[in-house]
């Protein structure tokens, strides 16, 4: 019963958390007062970021000079890499070289060395056959090139010394930074492995609530109760006190629901309950009584029947409960989650209810719905999240390639609508038995509600441009 309109919601939400603190690397700063070992450090630190980029096939002097691997055939395998790009696309870097800040000149007589000895390391040679590289896979290579072509050379040194500031402990200290630069960019399994547990916790955070909705049901029946009992025990108790009208405490519905076994299972296992919520049940409590449909309900002539006994509490979660500002409250003070899923596990609250007025028997043998349809939807969340993770760079290649240079600025897009149409052209490329038209819509509307006011029409025409792309690639079958 967790569909994919939420299912898709999560993914964007723990997507942009997880790809926000991947999105750059984090540059080191010089600290203030540093010694001579450390300023020289920080400086080549900042130049063999650029070398890196050199090698890469990116120029790093804004055309001020010719490229280091001039008259070299570029190799594909490293030239304009993921690593490589995500190095260009960071400011700091960019004002480096704007600025002209940087000094890879100093490396002119070692470098077309360097690039013709990586071919022959181990680790490029595990690369080359992978076949669609992932950025993990670009930091473990060139992590390998610093240590053993950086580090360990003895003409990078060489060249190095040349500098009148050279100290071989700042030396030390200008590889470590760069290791470190690209280790913490890679070193995000803990935090991948994270992610993906919130965005399962996250699921199931929502199948809890939709199980905390149903048991606000008897709660507020008994909290009902509790107060008829109080009421007989008044000091001058009127008949009305003393003979209350039960009706609404011996709603069949609230009673089905209480005695369900298979919620009374998942709460039992999962310890979900309003125990310590008095102050809202009680206010849910005033407000139902106080409500039209309550007083209608209890001036029925008769006895109600089980229809009648589910109607009223449709009602009242559609017209007091749900709605209710306190209900948002607290659901916000248990659960970071809970208010973005109130609506829709508020409508399949309403969808369990209607399934209890449909059964002849009075709700004997109807359970709550299951957390997932089928395994399929099961695994979508999962699949999508790892989809994008996985293909990151080159989904947002496609969004950049199409992006209106004269009206947008790719660099200054909203990250938020980056995530929304990498993740829905994943699920675009990924998930050939969902019509296009659907999946476009889902993540406009998604776009609608938390991006920016134009992020709608905006990612519409981004991602009609990148499906007419794909189609011409054959990439594309579905309609």
């Known amino acids: 019963m967790i569909n994919r309109v939420l299912i898709r919601i999560k993914v964007v939400q723990l997507l942009y958390s997880y790809l926000l603190s991947q999105e750059e690397f984090k540059i080191a700063t010089l600290q203030d007062n540093p010694s001579r070992d450390r300023k020289y450090g920080y400086g080549l630190y900042l130049d063999l970021l650029l070398l890196v980029l050199e090698l890469s096939g990116f120029d790093t002097t804004n055309g001020r000079a010719q490229s280091l691997l001039h008259g070299l055939t570029l ?49 490029y040679k595990s690369y080359a056959k992978i076949k669609k590289p992932l950025m993990k896979d670009d930091v473990t290579l060139w992590l390998s090139i610093i240590t ?10 060489n060249s190095c010394r040349r500098n009148e500031q050279f100290t071989i402990n700042g030396f030390s200290q200008g590889i470590e930074m760069l290791k470190a630069t690209l280790s913490d960019y890679s070193d995000n399994s803990s935090l991948l492995h994270s992610s993906r547990a919130a965005l399962d916790k996250a699921l199931n955070k929502a199948y809890e609530l939709y199980n905390g909705l149903l048991m606000l049901i008897p ?34 519905f609230a ?21 310590t919520d008095v102050n809202l049940i009680e206010s849910l409590r ?9 007083k209608a309900y209890m001036s029925i002539k008769g006895e109600t029947t089980f229809e009648q006994d589910v109607d009223l509490w449709r009602n009242l979660f559609k017209n007091i409960i749900l709605p209710s500002d306190e209900l948002a409250d607290t659901l916000e003070s248990k659960s970071i989650y809970w208010n973005d899923d109130l609506h ?11 399934r209890f007025a449909q059964s002849p028997d009075g709700g004997i043998g109807i359970t709550p719905l299951p957390q997932f349809k089928d395994r399929e939807d099961s695994d979508f969340g999962p699949e999508l999240f790892m989809n994008v993770v996985n293909h990151y760079e080159e989904y947002k290649t ?31 490329i990924n998930y050939p038995a969902i019509p296009i038209a659907v999946s476009l819509n889902e993540y406009i509307e998604i776009a609608n509600a938390y991006s920016t006011p134009r992020s709608g029409q905006f990612i519409n025409g981004i991602l009609y441009s990148v499906i007419n792309h794909l189609r011409e690639e054959g990439r594309l079958l579905t309609k």
């Open 255 to 275: 009673r089905a629901i209480a005695e369900n076994e298979s919620l009374c299972d998942y709460v039992e296992k999962t310890k979900m309950n309003w125990e």
């Open 219 to 252: 709660e507020i029946t008994q909290a009902q109760a509790e107060r008829l009992e109080r009421a007989k025990e008044k000091y001058y108790p009127t008949d009305e006190d003393l003979h209350p009208d039960t009706r609404f405490i011996d709603n069949k």
């Open 286 to 294: 005033e407000a139902v009584v106080e409500s039209d449909d309550y």
């Open 148 to 157: 053993n072509l950086f580090e360990k050379n003895e003409a990078m040194i």
């Open 75 to 123: 190799n594909k395998h490293i030239n304009k890499n993921q690593l490589a790009k995500a190095l260009n696309d960071i400011d700091a870097i960019r004002e480096l070289i704007l600025l002209d800040k940087g000094n890879t000149r100093q490396f002119s007589d070692i470098a077309a060395d360097i690039y013709k000895a990586i071919p022959e390391l181990p680790a």
């Open 344 to 354: 829709v596990m508020g409508t399949f609250v309403l969808k369990t209810i209607r």
């Open 398 to 428: 496609l969004v950049e390639q199409y992006v209106n240079t004269t009206r947008w600025d790719a660099e200054r897009l909203a990250f938020m609508d980056i995530v929304i149409m990498v993740t829905a052209i994943a699920e675009i």
